[in-house]
């Protein structure tokens, strides 16, 4: 028995040669412990192609990837014999997945604190989505060109550095927090103010009135200011004896000057202004230039990610590991959701303090540089394995076992393992080891014949394939509704159910993107099994398109009423309602302050505007009273009014199964994009529908989307004069506008996508494999069919009749 295991392992390792290997010749095997054929006579052993290999049987074994540079892996000269078991396709794709997952987080984690951004730099929604598409311009700078380069080149070392690129850019967004702290912490101290018994506008505002009246007959003192001031939003005025009086009426110590200092900052309209929009474009262009640098970095990931995945399994594989790729992905975008619900329950200058208020106070501000630290950091480590990976992964190892094939009497191969038994395909190279060095070195590829006079010619290719266009065209109005749905669904959830930010955030991952991932995962598993054709691929990414319309037009009449508010709706439209008694203490309220009340199931905007001028309480949670503009003696309370509606629960269900439905479509929109262009041009390929995705889609639905939300805005919050965040929106508006924009773009989706079905016949999405498999067979079976002996049987070979 030893004797036969140590000849096994001979022949194993080696095909034999002369001696005792000769007579043994029927059990020789490669490298990969496959049969061989058997000995012409002359010690010349036919290979699988049919030719002879020669007296140097060599040539059968696989090249091991200690001997070819493209096939090592590790970094720079840290290249252990131990970490090449990790040159797999799996290894591969769990990094792979992981980095996908954390740039999904960062996509979703920046959305989720939009709010908190313009909350806190005052700027409208429709100016965040034209920075938010920054990451778009970066996307179409960097797609054609890291795709026709690193497509060829080193594909994980192009994705490590876009990697790096990214993680630098993420960690670069949160510096705002840090040069403009104070301004953070600005917003909260003011709402402290405002809801603090003993230094409130609110409690203060008899004294304010009653220190007015009393210094109207006192001589102020000399100058008059030459600019109005606004106490904190709530007292306006611009005549020169008021003027005089607030620059100290009775003296610098009167009872003015004293209440407005217990009040609050006074804020100079003509500077104030200046100051918030010097930060807020400081603020705007670290998040453009970031933002840029992200989508050059991610786009390197997923152009040049996805192809080599495809090009290291089989055919029949790809639609398999598409939908773990895709579908692991989108666990990225629920991550980011419940990272950033975490972060936004956290205060903004987390650790160093804490804050009284509760993150339910309209007037919270969370720690939203949190996360992009968290998710930069992750990136980085991330980073290093994928650096590590090789240009091309080895072939299976001759360590590694492979199942042999079941034989029949005369030696042939079982007809049903023909077609299950895979070959790896072979090279040849020279007899001596010197022979084999220079061929490796000399072996051809495209690293040095690139060059960007066949850039243009490449991408003239590429826009002759008609059906590649309409998969483009498709590939956008997909994206475009898509992506501007969930930009702002947060913020959709808060105004339209009366969410917090945190809960907003969570049902958005949970109810939205998890059941995408299932979607994903189930239409991925499908096509593997069954194998279905171009035509019926593409008839079913046309039905789901026309599925989500059918489902953003339901969504359209599923929401909440807007409920009473002084000032905004159409019974409270006009501040002229208020009764006299309100009007003659009103000192001149503000309307752009923010910081509603509730009596009777009305909202005001401030206690100011319901005429308020005490306050009790606890800091998170004041009561006022002797509120004239109610007409009643009654308190009320802090925040909004309660809403009484039940829509939540049955938008998220139908929300889930339509999103269910359209993420069935993923996997068969990019096997149709990879089959239908050649195997060279599928980096490109890919490259080019991000660089129309970014310049058509992407880039346009922040600033589309954006407008949207804002024409539905009700409340500008008002910062010294200058219009600054939305605070309430007309749901009806809101809810009418937001998905029908949706639906419309993605039925346009669908008419392209009927094209597509209708021209698809000429793709063919299983044939290569179908025609590599048909192959391998027929020649394994000739080879077998070519011996006169009838090889030993061993132990783990299955028999057949």
Same mark, same amino acid.
């Given at each position: 028995?030893? !004797?036969?295991?140590?000849?096994?392992?001979?022949?194993?390792? !080696?095909?034999?040669?002369?001696?005792?290997?000769?007579?043994?010749?029927?059990?020789?095997?490669?490298?990969?412990?496959?049969?061989?054929?058997?000995?012409?006579?002359?010690?010349?052993?036919?290979?699988?192609? !049919?030719?002879?290999?020669?007296?140097?049987c060599k040539v059968l074994q696989p090249v091991h990837p200690e001997e070819d540079p493209d096939s090592i892996c590790g970094l720079w000269f840290f290249k252990p014999r131990w970490l090449q078991r990790f040159a797999n396709k799996k290894a591969f794709?769990?990094?792979?997945?992981?980095?996908?997952?954390?740039?999904?987080?960062?996509?979703?984690?920046?959305?989720?604190?939009?709010?908190?951004?313009?909350?806190?730099?005052?700027?409208?929604?429709?100016?965040?989505?034209?920075?938010?598409?920054?990451?778009?311009? %970066?996307?179409?700078?960097?797609?054609?060109?890291?795709?026709?380069?690193?497509?060829?080149?080193?594909?994980?070392?192009?994705?490590?550095?876009?990697?790096?690129?990214?993680?630098?850019?993420?960690?670069?967004?949160?510096?705002?927090?840090?040069?403009?702290?104070?301004?953070?912490?600005?917003?909260?101290?003011?709402?402290?103010?405002?809801?603090?018994?003993?230094?409130?506008?609110?409690?203060?505002?008899?004294?304010?009135?009653?220190?007015?009246?009393?210094?109207?007959?006192?001589?102020?003192?000399?100058?008059?200011?030459?600019?109005?001031?606004?106490?904190?939003?709530?007292?306006?005025?611009?005549?020169?004896?008021?003027?005089?009086?607030?620059? %100290? !009426?009775?003296?610098?110590?009167?009872?003015?000057?004293?209440?407005?200092?217990?009040?609050?900052?006074?804020?100079?309209?003509?500077?104030?202004?200046?100051?918030?929009?010097?930060?807020?474009?400081?603020?705007?262009?670290?998040?453009?230039?970031?933002?840029?640098?992200?989508?050059?970095?991610?786009?390197?990931?997923?152009?040049?990610?996805?192809?080599?995945?495809?090009?290291?399994?089989?055919?029949?594989?790809?639609?398999?590991?598409?939908?773990?790729?895709?579908?692991?992905?989108?666990?990225?975008?629920?991550?980011?959701?419940?990272?950033?619900?975490?972060?936004?329950?956290?205060?903004?200058?987390?650790?160093?303090?804490?804050?009284?208020?509760?993150?339910?106070?309209?007037?919270?501000?969370?720690?939203?540089?949190?996360?992009?630290?968290? +998710?930069?950091?992750?990136?980085?480590?991330?980073?290093?394995?994928?650096?590590?990976?090789?240009?091309?992964?080895?072939?299976?190892?001759?360590?590694?076992?492979?199942?042999?094939?079941?034989?029949?009497?005369?030696?042939?191969?079982?007809?049903?393992?023909?077609?299950?038994?895979?070959?790896?395909?072979?090279?040849?190279?020279?007899?001596?080891?010197?022979?084999?060095?220079?061929?490796?070195?000399?072996?051809?590829?495209?690293?040095?014949?690139?060059?960007?006079?066949?850039?243009?010619?490449?991408?003239?290719?590429?826009?002759?394939?008609?059906?590649?266009?309409?998969?483009?065209?498709?590939?956008?109005?997909?994206?475009?509704?898509?992506?501007?749905?969930?930009?702002?669904?947060?913020?959709?959830?808060?105004?339209?159910?009366?969410?917090?930010?945190?809960?907003?955030?969570?049902?958005?991952?949970?109810?939205?993107?998890?059941?995408?991932?299932?979607?994903?995962?189930?239409? %991925?598993?499908?096509?593997?099994?069954?194998?279905?054709?171009?035509?019926?691929?593409?008839?079913?990414?046309?039905?789901?398109?026309?599925?989500?319309?059918?489902?953003?037009?339901?969504?359209?009449?599923?929401?909440?009423?807007?409920?009473?508010? +002084?000032?905004?709706?159409?019974?409270?439209?006009?501040?002229?309602?208020?009764?006299?008694?309100?009007?003659?203490?009103?000192?001149?309220?503000?309307?752009?302050?923010?910081?509603?009340?509730?009596?009777?199931?009305?909202?005001?905007?401030?206690?100011?505007?319901?005429?308020?001028?005490?306050?009790?309480?606890?800091?998170?949670?004041?009561?006022?009273?002797?509120?004239?503009?109610?007409?009643?003696?009654?308190?009320?309370?802090?925040?909004?009014?309660?809403?009484?509606?039940?829509?939540?629960?049955?938008?998220?269900?139908?929300?889930?199964?339509? +999103?269910?439905?359209?993420?069935?479509?993923?996997?068969?929109?990019?096997?149709?994009?990879?089959?239908?262009?050649?195997?060279?041009?599928?980096?490109?390929?890919?490259?080019?529908?991000?660089?129309?995705?970014?310049?058509?889609?992407?880039?346009?639905?922040?600033?589309?989307? %954006?407008?949207?939300?804002?024409?539905?805005?009700?409340?500008?919050?008002?910062?010294?004069?200058?219009?600054?965040?939305?605070?309430?929106?007309?749901?009806?508006?809101?809810?009418?506008?937001?998905?029908?924009?949706?639906?419309?773009?993605?039925?346009?989706?669908?008419?392209?996508?009927?094209?597509?079905?209708?021209?698809?016949?000429?793709?063919?999405?299983?044939?290569?494999?179908?025609?590599?498999?048909?192959?391998?067979?027929?020649?394994?079976?000739?080879?077998?069919?070519?011996?006169?002996?009838?090889?030993?049987?061993?132990?783990?070979?299955?028999?057949?009749?």
């Open positions: 028995m030893a !004797g036969d295991d140590q000849a096994r392992q001979r022949t194993t390792n !080696g095909c034999g040669g002369g001696g005792g290997g000769v007579d043994d010749s029927s059990k020789l095997k490669n490298g990969n412990g496959l049969l061989l054929p058997q000995s012409n006579g002359n010690n010349h052993h036919k290979g699988l192609n !049919g030719g002879v290999d020669g007296l140097n794709l769990a990094v792979f997945c992981l980095t996908s997952v954390l740039q999904g987080m960062y996509y979703t984690y920046f959305v989720s604190v939009l709010t908190t951004i313009e909350k806190l730099y005052q700027i409208p929604s429709k100016t965040t989505g034209i920075i938010m598409s920054a990451t778009e311009i %970066g996307q179409i700078g960097g797609a054609l060109l890291l795709t026709y380069y690193g497509g060829q080149g080193h594909r994980p070392k192009w994705i490590a550095c876009g990697m790096l690129v990214f993680a630098v850019a993420s960690i670069l967004c949160a510096t705002p927090h840090f040069i403009f702290i104070d301004d953070s912490l600005l917003v909260t101290s003011q709402a402290r103010v405002r809801s603090s018994q003993n230094a409130t506008i609110d409690s203060q505002r008899s004294k304010l009135c009653q220190a007015l009246d009393q210094a109207a007959s006192a001589s102020p003192l000399p100058g008059n200011l030459s600019s109005p001031f606004i106490i904190d939003g709530v007292l306006a005025t611009t005549s020169s004896d008021a003027l005089n009086l607030l620059n %100290g !009426g009775e003296g610098a110590g009167g009872p003015v000057a004293n209440a407005l200092r217990q009040a609050a900052p006074i804020c100079d309209v003509s500077t104030r202004p200046l100051s918030q929009n010097r930060i807020t474009h400081v603020v705007l262009s670290v998040f453009f230039i970031s933002l840029l640098f992200i989508g050059i970095g991610a786009t390197a990931v997923y152009t040049l990610g996805i192809p080599y995945i495809d090009d290291n399994v089989a055919n029949r594989e790809s639609p398999l590991y598409f939908g773990i790729t895709i579908g692991v992905r989108i666990f990225g975008p629920v991550f980011g959701f419940l990272l950033g619900s975490y972060c936004t329950s956290v205060y903004v200058n987390f650790p160093f303090e804490t804050s009284n208020l509760s993150p339910g106070n309209p007037h919270w501000v969370g720690a939203w540089w949190l996360g992009v630290f968290i +998710v930069g950091a992750a990136l980085i480590v991330t980073a290093l394995p994928m650096m590590a990976f090789p240009r091309n992964l080895p072939q299976r190892r001759s360590s590694q076992r492979v199942p042999r094939p079941a034989l029949d009497r005369n030696g042939a191969i079982c007809p049903k393992h023909q077609l299950q038994q895979k070959v790896p395909l072979i090279s040849s190279p020279p007899a001596s080891p010197s022979g084999a060095k220079k061929a490796l070195k000399d072996k051809p590829t495209l690293r040095g014949a690139l060059s960007l006079s066949d850039f243009p010619t490449a991408i003239r290719r590429l826009l002759k394939n008609e059906i590649l266009l309409y998969r483009t065209a498709s590939s956008v109005l997909h994206i475009l509704p898509i992506a501007g749905l969930y930009t702002f669904l947060p913020k959709y959830l808060e105004s339209q159910f009366r969410l917090t930010e945190t809960k907003a955030n969570m049902i958005t991952g949970f109810a939205g993107i998890l059941v995408m991932g299932v979607g994903i995962f189930a239409s %991925g598993t499908f096509m593997r099994k069954y194998k279905p054709n171009a035509r019926f691929v593409a008839k079913w990414i046309a039905f789901t398109a026309l599925a989500y319309s059918i489902g953003m037009v339901i969504l359209m009449w599923v929401g909440c009423p807007l409920g009473d508010y +002084v000032g905004l709706n159409s019974e409270h439209r006009d501040l002229d309602f208020l009764p006299p008694a309100c009007n003659s203490t009103s000192c001149e309220c503000k309307s752009g302050l923010f910081s509603p009340v509730c009596h009777d199931s009305v909202t005001y905007l401030s206690p100011c505007l319901a005429g308020c001028s005490q306050v009790s309480g606890s800091n998170q949670q004041p009561t006022f009273s002797d509120c004239h503009c109610t007409g009643t003696n009654e308190t009320i309370t802090n925040g909004f009014c309660s809403l009484e509606c039940n829509s939540l629960t049955w938008y998220i269900v139908i929300f889930s199964v339509f +999103v269910l439905i359209h993420s069935t479509s993923e996997v068969g929109s990019m096997l149709l994009t990879l089959r239908c262009v050649e195997s060279h041009d599928k980096a490109l390929a890919l490259g080019l529908i991000q660089f129309a995705i970014g310049l058509f889609g992407n880039v346009p639905c922040p600033i589309i989307y %954006g407008a949207v939300v804002d024409s539905a805005c009700l409340f500008w919050e008002d910062n010294c004069g200058e219009p600054g965040a939305c605070r309430v929106y007309d749901p009806a508006k809101f809810r009418m506008v937001f998905h029908g924009v949706t639906a419309v773009i993605m039925f346009v989706a669908f008419l392209v996508d009927a094209v597509v079905w209708y021209k698809a016949s000429s793709i063919h999405i299983h044939e290569e494999e179908e025609a590599k498999d048909a192959t391998i067979a027929i020649a394994a079976n000739d080879a077998a069919s070519s011996s006169p002996q009838v090889p030993t049987a061993h132990a783990d070979s299955e028999s057949c009749v």
